[in-house]
Nanobody, 127 residues
């Protein structure tokens, strides 16, 4: 069973930065993808970014492409989401999600592509 734990959320002023972490465990192979999603109050969950472990291929939501960076540290089994230039509209609960892939499988920014979810971490950006 894959287990995910997010951390790093908090309250930040507009223009500030946060780095979210997703510590993952339980994968049965090195072929997997991890995605970051967010859900604001009253809105649907949306995909933010994803990374495929075997080749570090990344995908970004267009609205955050120039401000957020996803990366991974395989020695720590952790995926990061560096968020710069935060805006009030980035306020949401951020979740990481994972899926074990079967080559040449892939996963992008749709919730249905992922099988495992963390508990979420709150990000609040004040204006």
């Amino acid at each position: 069973e894959v287990h995910l734990v997010e951390s790093g959320g908090g309250l930040v002023q507009a223009g500030g930065s946060l780095r979210l972490s997703c510590a993952a465990s339980g994968f049965t192979s090195d072929d997997y993808a991890i995605g970051w999603f967010r859900q604001a109050p009253g809105k649907e969950r949306e995909g933010v970014s994803s990374i495929r472990n075997r080749d570090a291929r990344t995908v970004y939501r267009a609205s955050i492409r120039d401000r957020f960076t996803i990366s991974s540290d395989n020695t720590k089994n952790t995926v990061y989401l560096q968020m710069n230039g935060l805006k009030p509209e980035d306020t949401a609960v951020y979740y990481c999600a994972a899926v074990q892939l079967t080559p040449p499988g892939d996963a992008g920014l749709f919730s249905i592509e992922y099988d495992y979810w963390g508990q979420g971490t709150q990000v609040t950006v004040s204006s």
